[in-house]
């Protein structure tokens, strides 16, 4: 059969095995279970039988393996479709005939994706090429069923996946050098190739490349290189097309010339040719100042922080490999790029990196720079746990490890290392509703410390987290003049990821003067920004949560009720669908929806998603939701819900006199903190 089945699950392979939500928050797997729903997806909706799970999964079954797996399906089932009524036949995870078969859809597995990715860049244009296949390497984290390295049935796919992601790191290298973009293909070629010497492909793509920055003398060295090491390594000669590239390079033949280059690029090159010739065999001067790059890389733009994201990554695994803590710390630590958004835009690889950071922290002195910055690190990386996410015995709960850094950086005087911590206490700074004063205050000081000492990057933070604020305490006049400052400062040093924060800020200005149509209108300009700007956890959801803000804010009712429940509202969807359907009259929908309904994380738009819940709860007539939000709302009676800078649905005391009226609940007087 080819029927599949669109649920909200998404599975990704490229990496360890992971199931999301519709939040994109991780499901909880048992490792059996993560193990069969594995074997599943590698069969691409073709039945398993049992007796094959059987034989995959144990090398000495146990008594009653088939019971084993049925055990084993029943939890995968209630865990992949909660929502199932009991009973009613699964429609992901399928008995069929003599086994069972996971039928989701082509998209919803990210090793189907890339293979699609893949295949379909060889008929793109290379512009459109170089994007989808930078978009599908993105989606790798780690190797293919990394979970299961030392299982049998995984080998080969394990070996083919790989296989294609050498292919299309090489599709893509020739994209770049198709469009013009030689010096941004080396980096990745240089590494491609030492990791896989008898891919002579690779080698070929890199001299070219090295040619078109006009680089002849390297170019003709990496061929020598390809000789040496196919010769050494496997006792071969290279192939004809490599042989030939050596011929044309020496003769400098006109196809080889890429034009005119800009001179700048050509000062880049020659002081990388400088710097690989003086440092080509020091791992540790290498990996410190490639993190050291990729931070000054995240603030250039979306592409620039992708790969930013990406080799970062890369180069803490290598430093961690080292089994050198100190080493480990300082690739980790020296990337302290200020962080604004309380929404990760990795997840799996930002708890990757707090996991590490947590190791490795052991292992240095107390009152210590670089234990100073893995502590910030947690607190920044950590952006939007709620606090019972961590133990409650490891000592390093993301606002304790910040307030730790904090206080070594006030010990050792270090400016730089003071606002790095400082981020980390504003990432951490929202374990209750109403902290809008406590954020200006925490901005203020950023934005001390910055000036005084030239951090340009920490002075942007520390104007954006204080318009932030002033959007929270109803003053856009001050909210205006800092975002007017951080855009000097982006103009200034050219820091083009700025404006996505504060055009946003000016479309929430917008809907706070303006009727609702112009407020739209500003929305939807916004947005467009946010398509290329490498930020996910910012992007996904946020423009129809806007809207959807615009029509509470007016109690257009009818407006509210045209909102598609089932479009891409990200990870807002639990908070957002009791809204519509109490808005439509569908009101048994919306009291199931409201039922057991989580709170929000504690972030930027705790209040906004909040105060959403709280329109649904009245529309319903649900107490028990009515009073959870007065509860949380509480505390921000003085505040309105526009603490994220971005967007807003009116004053918090609004909501709670709806409250306490409809509810008939006091709302607690709560002093300032």
Not at 64 to 88: C, K, M, N, Q
Not at 262 to 283: G, H, I
């Amino acid at each position: 059969m080819n029927a599949h089945y669109s649920g909200p699950m998404r599975f990704q392979v490229l990496g360890p095995v992971i199931v999301r939500d519709e939040t994109g928050e991780p499901v909880a797997l048992r490792a059996r279970h993560r193990e069969v729903l594995a074997r599943l997806i590698l069969a691409r909706r073709r039945v398993v039988p049992v007796g094959r799970l059987v034989d995959d999964l144990w090398d000495e079954p146990p008594a009653d393996p088939v019971g084993a797996i049925r055990t084993f399906v029943a939890g995968l089932r209630r865990a992949l479709e909660p929502d199932r009524a009991p009973r009613t036949p699964a429609r992901l995870l399928v008995t069929e005939g003599p086994g069972y078969v996971l039928r989701a859809a082509p998209d919803a597995v990210d090793a189907w994706r890339f293979d699609d990715a893949v295949r379909a860049a060889v008929e793109l244009p290379a512009a459109r090429a170089l994007s989808r296949l930078t978009e599908a390497l993105g989606w790798w984290h780690g190797f293919a069923y990394a979970d299961f390295a030392d299982s049998e049935w995984a080998r080969a796919e394990r070996a083919r996946l790989t296989e294609q992601r050498l292919l299309a790191v090489e599709r893509r290298a020739a994209a770049q050098l198709a469009t013009g973009a030689a010096a941004a293909a080396i980096p990745d070629l240089d590494v491609h190739v030492a990791e896989h010497p008898w891919r002579e492909d690779a080698w070929q793509l890199l001299a070219t490349a090295l040619y078109g920055c006009g680089r002849q003398a390297d170019a003709l060295a990496v061929v020598g290189r390809a000789r040496a090491m196919l010769a050494e390594q496997f006792g071969i000669d290279p192939g004809p097309r490599l042989r030939r590239l050596e011929q044309d390079l020496l003769l400098q033949a006109e196809h080889l010339d890429p034009g005119v280059t800009d001179p700048a690029e050509r000062v880049w090159e020659q002081a990388r040719a400088a710097y690989d010739s003086a440092v080509a065999s020091r791992t540790r001067t290498r990996l410190e100042s490639t993190a050291g790059l990729m931070r000054d890389l995240a603030v250039t733009g979306g592409g620039g922080l992708q790969a930013a994201r990406r080799h970062r990554i890369a180069a803490v695994a290598a430093a961690e490999r080292t089994g050198d803590a100190r080493l480990t710390a300082r690739v980790i630590g020296i990337y302290d790029v200020p962080a604004i958004w309380t929404r990760s835009d990795d997840p799996a690889a930002d708890r990757w990196l707090v996991t590490v950071a947590e190791k490795t922290i052991g292992r240095l002195p107390e009152h210590d720079t670089d234990r100073a910055r893995l502590l910030a690190t947690i607190a920044v990386e950590s952006r939007g746990a709620l606090p019972t996410e961590y133990r409650a015995d490891d000592g390093l709960r993301p606002l304790h490890a910040a307030r730790a850094a904090e206080e070594i950086a006030r010990r050792l005087r270090d400016p730089s290392l003071l606002a790095f911590a400082l981020n980390g206490v504003f990432m951490q700074s929202f374990e209750r509703a109403g902290m809008a004063r406590q954020r200006d205050a925490l901005g203020a000081e950023v934005l001390s410390v910055a000036t005084g000492n030239n951090l340009f990057t920490y002075e942007v933070l520390g104007h954006l987290v204080r318009m932030q604020a002033h959007c929270a305490l109803a003053d856009l006049e001050g909210a205006q003049r800092h975002a007017s400052a951080a855009d000097a400062v982006a103009r200034r040093y050219d820091l083009p990821l700025v404006t996505v924060f504060t055009d946003w800020f000016r479309a929430l200005r917008t809907a706070e003067t303006s009727d609702i149509r112009a407020a739209e209108a500003a929305y939807e300009a916004a947005a467009v920004p946010l398509e290329g700007a490498g930020m996910p956890g910012l992007h996904r959801g946020l423009l129809p949560l806007a809207l959807l803000s615009l029509a509470l804010r007016h109690r257009d009712t009818e407006r509210i009720a045209s909102f598609d429940t089932g479009r891409d509202w990200g990870p807002y969807a639990p908070w957002v669908r009791p809204a519509v359907l109490a808005a439509r009259g569908e009101i048994d929908g919306a009291r199931t929806a409201l039922r057991d309904i989580a709170s929000p994380p504690r972030d930027l738009l705790f209040e906004a998603l909040w105060a959403v819940i709280a329109y649904a709860a009245i529309a319903v007539d649900d107490a028990p939701v009515m009073a959870r939000a007065v509860a949380q709302l509480s505390p921000a009676a003085a505040e309105t819900t526009a603490q994220s800078g971005l967007l807003g649905v009116g004053p918090v005391r609004g909501y709670l006199d709806e409250l306490s009226t409809w509810a008939r609940i006091a709302v607690p007087i709560h002093r300032r903190r």
